[in-house]
Nanobody, 121 residues
Framework: QVQLVESGGGLVQAGGSLRLSCAAS????????MGWYRQAPGRQRELVAA???????NYADSVKGRFTISRDNAKNTVYLQMNSLQPEDTAVYYC???????????????WGQGTQVTVSS
């Protein structure tokens, strides 16, 4: 009933930029928080950035000053602008959205399929 579709991943050299997008669709009443997580080989999935429906944000220390999260509530879409990319940013990036769907009172977390970001030195 709810689908999150990510786009924008790819291969980039160190110092380059990428912009990730994640669009939620389906039987959606509202979305509260949205965020981006990443998981590198052999590591746990970690929070990269999150944003509330009101626009409040938080970032992992490792990406502060380089990444910017934003959202378009009318489009149910969250973005992650990634600048000054470093090899350690290489990971699969996953979108997460807290969604209230039609006929359900509570919010539930939905995950995107993940998109690969690879940064070469």
């Amino acid at each position: 009933q709810v689908q999150l579709v990510e786009s924008g991943g790819g291969l980039v050299q160190a110092g380059g930029s990428l912009r990730l997008s994640c669009a939620a669709s389906g039987s959606i009443v509202s979305i509260n928080a949205m965020g981006w997580y990443r998981q590198a080989p052999g590591r746990q999935r970690e929070l990269v950035a999150a944003i509330t429906s009101g626009g409040s944000t938080n970032y992992a220390d490792s990406v502060k000053g380089r990444f910017t999260i934003s959202r378009d509530n009318a489009k149910n879409t969250v973005y992650l602008q990634m600048n000054s990319l470093q090899p350690e940013d290489t990971a699969v990036y996953y979108c997460l959205a807290g969604v209230q769907r039609t006929g359900v009172s509570e919010y539930y977390g939905y995950w995107g399929q993940g998109t690969q970001v690879t940064v070469s030195s």
